[in-house]
T-cell receptor, first 110, second 107 residues
Framework: NAGVTQTPKFQVLKTGQSMTLQCAQDMNHEYMSWYRQDPGMGLRLIHYSVGAGITDQGEVPNGYNVSRSTTEDFPLRLLSAAPSQTSVYFC?????????FGPGTRLLVL | GIQVEQSPPDLILQEGANSTLRCNFSDSVNNLQWFHQNPWGQLINLFYIPSGTKQNGRLSATTVATERYSLLYISSSQTTDSGVYFCAVNYGQNFVFGPGTRLSVLP
């Protein structure tokens, strides 16, 4: 099992550009989620999904879109990047309350 | 929403010392996890512990759900224990993280 994978590892964007952060898991978990981690802070939930076709907002959803067409994949889209979205993004999948995290994507918006 | 607090915010130990990290939460939760974020940023599951006590080597954790707190014990600390320790609670459909305890273990 690869567990939870994320691509890319690093990305630099200009303000206003769009991009998609990819997340995939091979553990057949129904629950998947996206977090952002800012310097010196804990993780904050952006969006989550309890299964294919079902998504919902977390604590900080503004500026981000998600979709869940398959159990395996849960991409996060930034439609128009802003400097405030500079952060490290973690994807996670969960089974029976235990979360497993990907390695993270470090995003810099100039 | 639920509030999750962790103490202390920072902790510096000499190698071989023991420590206790605390996580308080303001409402009933479905479960609780402890994570270690190593200096390279990787998040590692330590315990899934909605209640009771668990042990894994030098680490153990206790959650008293009725009193809304959890404790993480680290014994005989090693430099590789350095990093940030987070607790996270499952509240409804959401997972809410505490702000973390930054641990530095000195050789």
């Amino acid at each position: 099992n690869a567990g939870v994978t994320q691509t890319p590892k690093f990305q630099v964007l200009k303000t206003g550009q769009s991009m998609t952060l990819q997340c995939a898991q091979d553990m057949n978990h129904e629950y998947m989620s996206w977090y952002r981690q800012d310097p010196g802070m804990g993780l904050r939930l952006i969006h989550y999904s309890v299964g294919a076709g079902i998504t919902d907002q977390g604590e900080v959803p503004n500026g981000y879109n998600v979709s869940r067409s398959t159990t395996e994949d849960f991409p996060l889209r930034l439609l128009s990047a802003a400097p405030s979205q500079t952060s490290v993004y973690f994807c996670a999948s969960s089974s029976r309350g235990t979360q497993y995290f990907g390695p993270g994507t470090r995003l810099l918006v100039l | 929403g639920i509030q999750v607090e962790q103490s202390p915010p920072d902790l510096i130990l000499q190698e071989g010392a023991n420590s206790t990290l605390r996580c308080n939460f303001s409402d009933s939760v479905n479960n609780l996890q402890w994570f270690h974020q190593n200096p390279w940023g990787q998040l590692i599951n330590l315990f899934y512990i909605p209640s009771g006590t668990k042990q894994n080597g030098r680490l153990s954790a206790t959650t008293v759900a009725t009193e809304r707190y959890s404790l993480l014990y680290i014994s005989s600390s090693q430099t590789t224990d350095s990093g940030v320790y987070f607790c996270a609670v499952n509240y409804g459909q959401n997972f809410v993280f505490g702000p973390g305890t930054r641990l530095s273990v000195l050789p």
